[in-house]
Each structure stands twice: as structure tokens, then as C-alpha cells.
């Protein structure tokens, strides 16, 4: 299976993420918008690269950002259309911390329909009314159903619909990698 | 999962743990300003009650009404049956209404299992006679884990009336089955026979049953059940079996006591051990809500041969 970005060219792109978060967030002389930033990773590969942007800002600039966790198993649009086959499995939400008036930085691996994307916006207006909801994304591979677009994209993948792209964390899968496998 | 949830019996310990770990999930869902997910929008719950309850049913409809499922709930104190329906008519008339789920508690065993045949909805029971409940094991099992971390290798002793308890058949089933270690204990009056076959210690000495045990599981004397005399007096039960802070002692120090409830002061229970430190009874009220959740969505999905 071809890889498309490896352990090096991962730990690049967030860092380089990380720094334009800064560069739109922190104005010149204050802190700007930033102290009122928080991440909110979506299970599961959302989860790890959050940390990981918060890691880097906490090394670029000393500031701590919260960072939750958020499961949209239970917005899918899909969920009750399979008349056969077990439920997916549910995993837990964890956002210890208010939204209302945050700049929410969503998170995720790979960008493809839109729909995870529109689950999460619905699931954290659960949550109270953030002041902002921006979306950032490892991978973009193209392919939307709904009218969405990422803020922040790692690498923009042109795909066909019979490929897929596999991210694999160290935190989840041992190692650090983006591969496209086709069908 | 199969269509529906009559019994602890039905189900294999990888389910059991994948109903446990959704309502882990489940539960934050309940500390959140908007307490409600858009899972279950436009399914729709009957819950048909033959028996009175106020926790089970309330738990159950706070469930649903969190899933946003549609739910209805029919007493049968003002319903038909009153009018001589049977329990197949009643299910029919209901069923050809197109629910998707109902929830049934009734004063007979068997009775979910009759529903389920007869239904095309998926079943859930909620206390059928003498027989089970089912969710009342799992969310006892939900708060015995979250406590302990673990259930296998557990002294449980569960004391009380043996003979009514559709709790106890549940949590030996259940338990057994997760690998704790489980005694019973009761006057020889209330004791099933060929309880020891579903592999518990049986005992009728509450001092020796509750020695070294990790969790007390305490049931209620159902006098409501009961035609004929288990027991001289309610006053000298208390005195053989109730659950005092003297018999707590006897147990480890990190015990915790347990009742499914209703609860019957001073007959099962002293008042001090009911209200003590190590008294989880109202936390397992609180699960009971996680854990229906966990099986009203883990049922309405679909069904292998559907």
C-alpha cells in the first residue's frame, strides 16, 4: 500500500497547523482570541491528533488549550437505516469543560462526505452555544455530500471513490502513517 | 443481540460486557445541559405495565424520553383489561398500531416470552412474575463493576426472599456467568428448590453467608406474593436475616450493600445500613437509566435474519 505522508511529514504538518492556529488566533501585543480557544477531537483518530496540537501550542507559546473528546455515534444519519447487522459501538464523550462562547477547533483524521462532520456540529450544539466552530483535518480526500469545507487541512488527497485512506496513530495503532489502498 | 431482551438467560458474556460498556457511554449523556441524542427519533415505545412500579418505569420512560424515542406508557388500572382482555389481546390491538419496542412488566412468568412471540416489535422485559429482570441485573452488575472494577472472583451474598425474587434468578444468572462468587441466603422456607444448580452456595445463616463478601444484594419480602406462612413474624425475620451494621461488619470493610427496591425498613433492612456510607442503593437507581438506554439502543439496530 502506497504511503502518502509518513511519521516525519505527520509531525510537520501538525506543527504547522499548530502554528497557524496562532497566527489567526493571537493578535500582535495580546493574547487575543486564544485564550478562549478549545479542541474537541472525534473518536476515534480525531482524539490523539488533538492532543497533539495542543502539545504543540503548549510548546510554541506556554498556553495550555482544553481539549475534549467527542463520540458521534449517536447523531449518525445512517443509524437506524440497516435492517441487519449489530449497532455500532458507542464510546464516551468527554468535554470537561464549558463550549459556550469557545472558539471550538473540531478535529478529525480524514475529510470525505461531510457527514461525521454534520453529526459533531449537531452534537455539540448539545452542549451550549460556542462562540465559533472551526473544523481541521489531517487528510482532505475530496468526495463531499454536504456542504462543508475544512478550515485547516494537513494534505488535500485527490482520491477516486473505490480507494480508501487509512491514517494510523501511535497513540491507536503502533505507528504513525497515512496510507491509500485501492479496492 | 437477538430481537429482544426477555431474560439475563438469552444473553452470552460478550453482550453482557457490550451492554455495560454503552452504558458507560450513555451516562454522560445525562450530565449534559440538553439531556437528550437524536438516536431513537421516531420510534416508538409502549410501555405496558400490569404491575405497579415507580422506579423501573420511570427509569425506563427517562431512557426512552433521552434517545427521543416516542414513548406511551398504558396502567392497566385504566385500560381495557379491566374490561377482560387477555394479555394476547391487548399485545395484538398494540402491535397492529406498529410500535417498535415494548417494554412489559406482568405479574406472570413467561409472559414476555408469549409477547415476544406474538409481537413483531422488540420485547424488553421488565420484571415477568417470579421469573426475570433482566435490567435490573445489568444495571446491578453496571454498579458493582464501576465500584469494584471488576466482577469476576467477587463474593457476592444475596439475602432476602429467594423464593418470589425475578431479581435473584437475574443476578445469579448474571453474575455466575461474569465468574463472581455467589451465595444465597434465606429462611429454608424461602429457598427454591434446586436453586444450587445454577452454581451458588446456598445458606441459611445470614452470619456466616455475609462473612468476607465484597457485595450484600439485600431482596424484599414480597408479601404481596406470599399465600401461606414463609415465616412466624415480620419482627423475628428481621432478627434472623435483617441486614444490621453488626452483620455489615462481618463483611470486608470496603463492602457495599445493594437493594433493588422497593425497600421494606426494618423488615430486610435497618435503617443504618440503608442510609450508610457503604449503601450504593441510589446510585443504582441512577444507573438504572444508563443501562436502559444501553438496551433500547442496542436493540432497536437491526437484527441478524430480519
Known sequence: MPVVLDAVRIGRTLTRIAHEILERHVTPGGPGDIVRLAFVGIRTRGVPIARRLASAIHEINGQEIPTGALDITLYRDDLMRHAVGPQPVIRRTEIPFSIDDKRILLVDDVLYTGRTIRAALDALIDFGRPKAIQLIVLVDRGHRELPIKADYVGKNLPTSLSQSVQVHLTEIDGRDDVEIQDA | ?306
Open chain 2, 1 to 306: 443481540m437477538k430481537k429482544d431482551l426477555l431474560g439475563i438467560g438469552d444473553l452470552t458474556r460478550d453482550e453482557i460486557y457490550l451492554i455495560l460498556d454503552t452504558a458507560e457511554a450513555m451516562r454522560e449523556i445525562g450530565q449534559r445541559p440538553i439531556k437528550k441524542v437524536p438516536t431513537l427519533r421516531g420510534k416508538t415505545v409502549v410501555n405496558l405495565f400490569y404491575e405497579p412500579s415507580t422506579r423501573t418505569r420511570t427509569s425506563f420512560e427517562i431512557a426512552e424520553k433521552r434517545l427521543s424515542a416516542d414513548t406511551l406508557n398504558i396502567a392497566v388500572a385504566a385500560s381495557s383489561v379491566l374490561k377482560g382482555e387477555t394479555l394476547a389481546d391487548t399485545a395484538m390491538n398494540i402491535e397492529a398500531m406498529a410500535p417498535d419496542v415494548i417494554v412489559l412488566r406482568h405479574a406472570s412468568s413467561g409472559a414476555c416470552h408469549l409477547l415476544s412471540r406474538i409481537c413483531k416489535s422488540r420485547v424488553i422485559n421488565a420484571g415477568d412474575g417470579m421469573h426475570e429482570h433482566p435490567t435490573q441485573a445489568l444495571l446491578d452488575a453496571f454498579t458493582i463493576r464501576e465500584h469494584k472494577k471488576r466482577i469476576d472472583g467477587l463474593n457476592v451474598t444475596i439475602v432476602g426472599d429467594l423464593l418470589h425474587s425475578r431479581v435473584l434468578r437475574s443476578n445469579v444468572l448474571l453474575l455466575t456467568q461474569l465468574g463472581a462468587d455467589v451465595c444465597v441466603c434465606g429462611p429454608s422456607t424461602l429457598v427454591p428448590i434446586g436453586i444450587e444448580r445454577l452454581g451458588v452456595r446456598v445458606s441459611t445463616r445470614v452470619d456466616e453467608a455475609v462473612r468476607d463478601a465484597d457485595v450484600i444484594m439485600m431482596l424484599r419480602i414480597q408479601q404481596e406474593r406470599m399465600h401461606g406462612a414463609f415465616f412466624p413474624s415480620v419482627r423475628e425475620y428481621f432478627n434472623t436475616f435483617g441486614m444490621t451494621p453488626a452483620r455489615v461488619a462481618r463483611a470486608k470493610p470496603d463492602v457495599i450493600i445493594m437493594h433493588p427496591g422497593p425497600m421494606n425498613r426494618g423488615i430486610e433492612i435497618s435503617s443504618e445500613v440503608a442510609d450508610g456510607p457503604y449503601s450504593v442503593i441510589l446510585e443504582q437507581v441512577a444507573n438504572g437509566v444508563s443501562v436502559r438506554m444501553a438496551v433500547l439502543y442496542l436493540l432497536a439496530g437491526g437484527v441478524e435474519g430480519d
